[in-house]
């Protein structure tokens, strides 16, 4: 399967600890996203990348969180200090830059923060 | 800020039957508007998408319907089948931009 993977699928954590999380997008696809989804709503913007290059962030992401692509491919999101309203999906797409309306989304990594 | 508002919240029909989920936007900069299906567990998948010149598409039995004028869109899915139940979340896009989703339709299709 080549679609987008994400790792973890799951993760639990006490408030105030750091989480970071990864992104695998399909391996041609140049631009990458991050969205949160909280239950009952949609997904909402955090930040996307083309290629390397962190092009835009949403005033939902607070100085607490941090995204890196390094080399083009992968992505990592960090939550530091996590707070219970970090409690959410995190998901993940990509896609090719001519077509960014169409994206394809990783499974998700669902954050519970106790 | 909500840019475009979906409706209803959830939706309920019996097999064959022909849902209806209504989108309205505010931004006229907007330039496709995308349906998305999601299952419990997965991430959103793209369905059908159209752009803001074109006041109909089809593709196998989803629809869209585009009213530029009033700045409104809505997604039809004839026939609906037991494996159509999922959530249905209407998009926008601007080039070069994020996706700006709805709130969601939650669809279930009774045998």
């Known amino acids: 399967d080549t679609g987008v993977s994400q790792d973890p699928r799951h993760k639990i954590t006490k408030r105030g600890q750091n989480v970071t999380f990864r992104c695998d997008p399909i391996s041609e696809h140049n631009r990458l996203y991050w969205y949160r989804q909280t239950l009952g709503q949609g997904p909402e913007f955090l930040t996307y990348?083309?290629?390397?290059?962190?092009?835009?962030k949403s005033r939902l992401l607070s100085d607490r969180f941090s995204a890196e692509r390094p080399k083009g491919s992968f992505s990592t999101l960090e939550i530091q200090r996590t707070e219970q309203g970090d409690s959410a999906m995190y998901l993940c797409a990509s896609s090719l830059a001519g077509t960014s309306y169409e994206q394809y989304f990783g499974p998700g990594t669902r954050l519970t923060v106790t | 800020q909500q840019q475009v508002k979906q409706s209803p919240q959830s939706l309920i029909v019996q097999k064959g039957g022909i849902p209806i989920i209504n989108c309205a936007y505010e931004?006229?900069?907007?330039?496709?508007f995308p349906w998305y299906q999601q299952f419990p567990g997965k991430g959103p998948a793209l369905l059908i998408a159209i752009r803001p010149d074109v006041s109909e598409k089809k593709e196998g039995r989803f629809t869209i319907s585009f009213n530029k004028s009033a700045k409104q869109f809505s997604l039809h899915i004839m026939d609906s089948q037991p494996g159509d139940s999922a959530t249905y979340f209407c998009a926008a896009y601007i080039q070069g931009r994020a996706l700006t989703f709805g709130s969601g339709t939650r669809l279930q299709v009774q045998p």
């Open positions: 931004n006229t900069a907007f330039d496709y």
């Open positions: 990348f083309q290629n390397e290059a962190q092009l835009e």
